[in-house]
T-cell receptor, first 110, second 118 residues
């Protein structure tokens, strides 16, 4: 079966660093995505990993270990506007379907 | 960048009526479009995969006769919720996949449609 796990909620302080973990077990793997979603809005693309290692893009970095079925999203220099849900999604299956985790609601406080 | 639009952005309808939601890729051709449903504080659940010119592939548990999907062109897919009931009230989001270029696997999401069935 398909299973993607990530923490339900996290809190962090403005200016700090936070790491959001994601573990997955899926039938087929063609890459892992991280999306940011504010309440009532569509997800916006943050990162895509298909090879092991760290991908850095500004304040956001994403890491993947395919052998461990594990990824994390690292957010640095947190800002209040980073308060949102962060969705881990795996691209799998014959149609390359995106399978989403339940999302992690991040609250950034002053 | 790639832009996907949805219309309407929100709709309120009476129980028993049908509602059509449009999803358009504005500046690229999308051979494949996806329809998701999201309930409050939950993640996106894939409903169906839509390929231009062919029948949609529905996920397990999604009634194809209730959620009619038409992908008539490379830039337009529609989702029709037939005989809507209050439990169909949800946030419906489409996404379109660009088939060329380095972002082959990237899906671009529409802004979503909030459906409320009274």
């Amino acid at each position: 079966g398909q299973n993607i796990d990530q923490p339900t909620e996290m809190t962090a302080t403005e200016g700090a660093i936070v790491q959001i973990n994601c573990t997955y077990q899926t039938s087929g793997f063609n890459g892992l995505f991280w999306y940011q979603q504010h309440a009532g809005e569509a997800p916006t693309f943050l990162s895509y990993n298909v090879l092991d290692g760290l991908e850095e893009k500004g304040r956001f970095s994403s890491f993947l270990s395919r052998s461990k079925g594990y990824s994390y999203l690292l957010l640095k220099e947190l800002q209040m506007k980073d308060s949102a849900s962060y969705l881990c999604a795996v691209l799998s299956g014959g149609y390359n379907k995106l399978i989403f985790g339940a999302g992690t609601r991040l609250a950034v406080h002053p | 960048g790639a832009v996907v639009s949805q219309h309407p952005s929100w709709v309120i309808c009476k129980s028993g009526t049908s509602v059509k939601i449009e999803c358009r890729s504005l500046d690229f051709q999308a051979t494949t479009m996806f329809w998701y449903r999201q309930f409050p504080k939950q993640s996106l659940m894939l409903m169906a995969t839509s390929n231009e010119g062919s029948k949609a592939t529905y996920e397990q548990g999604v009634e194809k006769d209730k959620f009619l999907i038409n992908h008539a062109s490379l830039t337009l897919s529609t989702l029709t919720v037939t005989s809507a009931h209050p439990e169909d009230s949800s946030f419906y989001i489409c996404s379109a996949r660009a088939e060329r270029g380095e972002r082959f696997y990237e899906q671009y999401f529409g802004p979503g449609t909030r459906l409320t069935v009274t």
